[in-house]
């Protein structure tokens, strides 16, 4: 009975502890006085907000970093930019409207601002802190660093509360239409990375209004928002200095012919049925002007084993060769190569023998053009890395670099050193470096980790590489992206050639 008692009596104390707890937000805490420009910044639901501690919830000051700079003369006269990650690790950035004072701080200021007492609103678009003076604000530390924030204009466009305020990076930006010669960044510009278009805005005044269009370069600035009278928001760039742009690239490279697709697995045996899609971006008469394709298997059976120590050109079990050296492809136009057969989808499949083929090889009987082991599964699929590359000319060494090329899958022994398969400039790989400046000339290697994605084993999927290349631009303007169409023994050209899968614009 008394130890009856004692559990009660136990559980008693128990509840009331628990009841206790449920009475306040903080038992036995302190709340932080800071609040992270997140939770700020959802306070604003399309009217003006005053600030004090209740809303705040006991906070009281932002702990953030100066991202602004007036130096240059660009950015929106009286305005100190900060952001901060305090928040969940959700980098956000708020304007503070603080008139001349602004040009007071650099970037890497670490500040301190009281913001009690300000106004949360949203005026010339811009969602903004007024009535904040300038001894409300202490500075705590100089010079500190600031995280690169390499995003597209795709997200920016899509999500602009997460951005707006905020220092990024666009990587890659070239503008659209081409610059034309003497062409300076004074005025708006449209900013296109291969995800989408973003204006850049350049005040006639700042002091590197004068300076020429780049064809290809990144772009460091803040983002601001627009506002239209129907409340419309519109997103735009504003770098602060001229240190914020950095040349990539003076010259145009055309690729003549893209890669949109392939079929990898097909339904069944796969021997001779493998093919790719390509893509021609100007007329091309093989005959005159000769191609090369090159298909890497890296599968753990594929020998030589270890990093390709000739690249595209390393032969065996490893790389094989098709020469195109016949046919004719327009522009704009797809044309395959592949297995003998020339079927949509396998054995007892479509045939597409009155498509475009420029080569149907038996590459189950025969060695390919100048290296490559004759093999029963061209385009692997055991889970490792398999590459599709196309050079200009018949000649493939080690040091060829492609004018295109994919890569499906990450895994094997794919680069070490100067050993590598070769990539080129395109929406997914890069030779140099876009951020570090430094040269990267291998798939794996530095930022070149983009890959497509392998699909579930013989069901017969056809990947197609959608996506909008710009012959004027030299580049792609619309990343290509996979889409995998599930075919059957029945399915036509028309499924795999379906409208709008890759555009070649001008």
Same mark, same amino acid.
């Given at each position: 009975?008394? =130890? ?6 136990t ?24 609040i992270g420009?997140?939770? +700020?910044?959802? +306070? ?26 007036? $130096? ?26 603080l ?12 500040v ?14 811009? /969602? ?14 100089s ?23 905020? +220092?990024? @990076?666009?990587? =890659? ?6 610059? =034309? ?9 449209? /900013? ?14 700042a ?13 460091y ?16 760039? %504003? ?28 339904k ?10 390509f ?8 005959? =005159? ?72 090889y038996d ?16 385009l ?11 050079? %200009? ?6 040091d060829s ?32 470096n ?9 798939? $794996? ?7 497509? !994605? ?5 069901v017969?999927?056809f ?24 075919m059957? !023994?029945?399915?036509? @050209?028309?499924?795999?050639e ?6 070649i614009?001008?």
């Amino acid at each position: 009975m008394k =130890k009856l008692l004692f559990n009660i009596t136990t559980m008693i104390v128990v509840l009331s502890a628990m009841v206790s707890c449920q009475d306040t937000n903080y038992p036995g805490g302190t709340i932080s006085p800071y609040i992270g420009i997140f939770d +700020l910044r959802n +306070l604003y639901k399309g009217e003006v907000v005053t600030i004090d501690a209740e809303k705040l919830d006991g906070s009281s000051k932002l702990a953030a970093l100066v991202v602004s700079d007036h $130096k240059g003369g660009n950015l929106p006269e009286g305005l100190l930019v900060v952001q901060d990650a305090r928040r969940l690790g959700k980098l956000r950035g708020i304007s503070i409207d603080l008139g001349a004072s602004a040009e007071n701080y650099q970037p890497g200021d670490s500040v301190v601002i009281d913001i009690v007492g300000s106004q949360l609103l949203r005026e010339g678009g811009i /969602l903004k802190l007024k009535n904040v003076k300038e001894n409300h604000i202490t500075k705590v530390a100089s010079g500190r660093p600031i995280n690169n924030n390499v995003v597209t204009a795709k997200a920016i466009l899509e999500n602009l509360d997460a951005y707006e305020s905020t +220092l990024v @990076i666009i990587l =890659k930006g070239g503008f659209n239409p081409i610059p =034309k010669e003497g062409e300076v960044l004074s005025g708006t510009k449209l /900013l296109n990375d291969g995800f989408a278009n973003l204006n850049l805005v350049t005040n006639e005044k700042a002091n590197f209004s004068q300076q020429s269009l780049y064809v290809l370069g990144n772009y460091y600035g803040i983002v601001f928002n627009k506002e239209a009278a129907d409340g419309t928001q519109t997103p735009y760039l %504003k770098c602060r200095t001229k240190e914020d742009i950095l040349l990539l690239s003076s010259e145009i490279e055309i690729a003549p012919i893209v890669i949109t697709g392939f079929a990898s697995d097909v339904k069944g045996s796969d021997t001779n049925y493998e093919y790719m899609q390509f893509m021609a971006t100007e007329d091309i008469d093989f005959a =005159k002007t000769p191609y090369a394709v090159v298909v890497s298997n890296n599968a753990n059976a594929s020998t030589p084993t270890g990093a390709p120590i000739n690249g595209w050109a390393t032969g065996g079990m490893r790389t094989y060769k098709f020469n195109i050296t016949k046919g004719f492809a327009a522009k704009g136009t797809y044309f395959y190569v592949g297995g003998k057969y020339q079927l949509i989808n396998g054995g007892a499949s479509t045939s597409l023998s009155t498509s475009n083929w420029v080569l149907n090889y038996d590459y189950n009987e025969n060695n390919g053009f100048d290296f490559g082991n004759r093999t029963s599964g061209l385009l692997a699929n055991s889970g490792n890395a398999f590459g599709i590359a196309i050079f %200009k000319g018949t000649s493939v060494t080690k040091d060829s670099k492609p004018i295109d090329v994919m890569f499906n899958s990450g895994g094997g022994a794919l680069w070490e050193g100067d050993k590598g398969y070769r990539i080129t400039n395109s929406d997914f790989y890069d030779v140099i470096n876009p951020l570090t400046m430094q040269p990267q000339p291998f798939f $794996k290697q530095g930022t070149n980790q983009l890959f497509l !994605k392998y699909n579930t084993a013989d069901v017969g999927y056809f990947v197609s590489l959608g996506g909008e290349y710009n012959r004027t631009l030299g580049r792609w303007t619309v990343a290509r992206s996979q889409n995998n169409i599930e075919m059957t !023994k029945t399915s036509l @050209i028309t499924d795999i050639e379906y409208k709008g899968a890759t555009k070649i614009v001008e």
